[in-house]
T-cell receptor
Framework: KNEVEQSPQNLTAQEGEFITINCSYSVGISALHWLQQHPGGGIVSLFMLSSGKKKHGRLIATINIQEKHSSLHITASHPRDSAVYICAVRVNNDMRFGAGTRLTVKP | DSGVTQTPKHLITATGQRVTLRCSPR?????VYWYQQSLDQGLQFLIQ???????AKGNILERFSAQQFPDLHSELNLSSLELGDSALYFCASSPRQITDTQYFGPGTRLTVL
């Protein structure tokens, strides 16, 4: 079993829908990152969380340390949100990655 | 544009060869990270340097080595290349530590034939 599990693996939504991507981990962590990988391959760091909730534009990320779970929400989704979203956790000085969630938003 | 540059963009080489990938961090960033992304294993953390010193080591093979120079650019050396080393290699930088937001370069696509 992977230490970092994401669900769903693939997600197709209609423009405007509210989207949730989940990340569960089985190890003790000091921080969790959400990354976005565009179809061309480039990676952008969206959030770094160690507790609570962060919001940036239409993106919201939450983390529950006790339950070892994080969610990434996208409100009013848009076709330009189509990408692979990757959850990564910091374990001591190492980083472990989920397999990613491929999101497709249709107009 | 993240401000992190990587060269070359693409590299095609043969098994057994050695290659060097180069990364220039964002201006002012002291930490550089190297990651490998392959189709079968996804993203993996390889190594982190902070201000010229190795700070953290992940899943880096003994055939791979890295260094960070006084001007803070970094190089990842891959030797005795195998077919399975074909992957995208990303460099990222951050102001200081691994918990900082990281800024990723565009990646180097390595193909080993």
């Amino acid at each position: 079993k992977n230490e970092v599990e994401q669900s769903p693996q693939n997600l197709t939504a209609q423009e405007g829908e509210f989207i949730t991507i989940n990340c569960s981990y089985s190890v003790g962590i000091s921080a969790l990152h959400w990354l976005q990988q565009h179809p061309g391959g480039g990676i952008v760091s969206l959030f770094m969380l160690s507790s609570g909730k962060k919001k940036h534009g239409r993106l919201i990320a939450t983390i529950n340390i006790q339950e070892k779970h994080s969610s990434l929400h996208i409100t009013a989704s848009h076709p330009r949100d189509s990408a692979v979203y990757i959850c990564a956790v910091r374990v001591n000085n190492d980083m472990r990655f989920g397999a990613g969630t491929r999101l497709t938003v249709k107009p | 544009d993240s401000g992190v540059t990587q060269t070359p963009k693409h590299l095609i080489t043969a098994t057994g060869q050695r290659v060097t990938l180069r990364c220039s961090p964002r201006s002012g960033d002291l930490s550089v990270y190297w990651y490998q992304q392959s189709l079968d294993q996804g993203l993996q953390f390889l190594i982190q340097y902070y201000n010229g010193e190795e700070r953290a080591k992940g899943n880096i093979l003994e055939r791979f080595s890295a260094q960070q120079f006084p001007d803070l650019h970094s190089e990842l050396n891959l030797s005795s290349l195998e077919l399975g080393d074909s992957a995208l290699y990303f460099c990222a930088s951050s102001p200081r530590q691994i918990t900082d937001t990281q800024y990723f370069g565009p990646g180097t696509r390595l193909t080993v034939l």
